[in-house]
Nanobody, 125 residues
Framework: QVQVVESGGGLVQPGGSLRLSCEASGFTLDHYSIGWFRQAPGQEREGVSCIDSFDGSTYYADSVKGRFTISRDVAKNTVFLQMNSLKPEDTAVYYC??????????????????WGQGTQVTVSS
């Protein structure tokens, strides 16, 4: 019943921007935290960002700090990932996922049990 669906991916030029959306169903964002993860070909999955359901605190991988912003609209049950100053290294399939609780090790993904299908982000000139 707990489900998330990503959208908003596409092809952009280096330095460009995209906004990804994660639409939630079967739960509310004040009870489940949402994380964004990405996986590029030949690379392991990496935690990008998450937002805590308890107090709305946000967390980021060092590689995206200052460029990406995670936010939530509780009324619309949607989480966003605003991605600015995109680099070719950001090219990956991006996934959102839901967790009832998150720990300081959230980046490994083990806290998250409901995953979306992914949306492709390609940054290329």
């Amino acid at each position: 019943q707990v489900q998330v669906v990503e959208s908003g991916g596409g092809l952009v030029q280096p330095g460009g921007s995209l906004r990804l959306s994660c639409e939630a169903s079967g739960f509310t964002l004040d009870h489940y935290s949402i994380g964004w993860f990405r996986q590029a070909p030949g690379q392991e999955r990496e935690g990008v960002s998450c937002i805590d359901s308890f107090d709305g605190s946000t967390y980021y991988a060092d590689s995206v700090k200052g460029r990406f912003t995670i936010s939530r609209d509780v009324a619309k049950n949607t989480v966003f990932l605003q991605m600015n100053s995109l680099k070719p290294e950001d090219t990956a399939v991006y996934y959102c996922a839901a967790a009832p609780l998150i720990t300081r090790l959230w980046k490994n993904g083990d806290d998250f049990h409901s995953w979306g299908q992914g949306t492709q982000v390609t940054v290329s000139s």
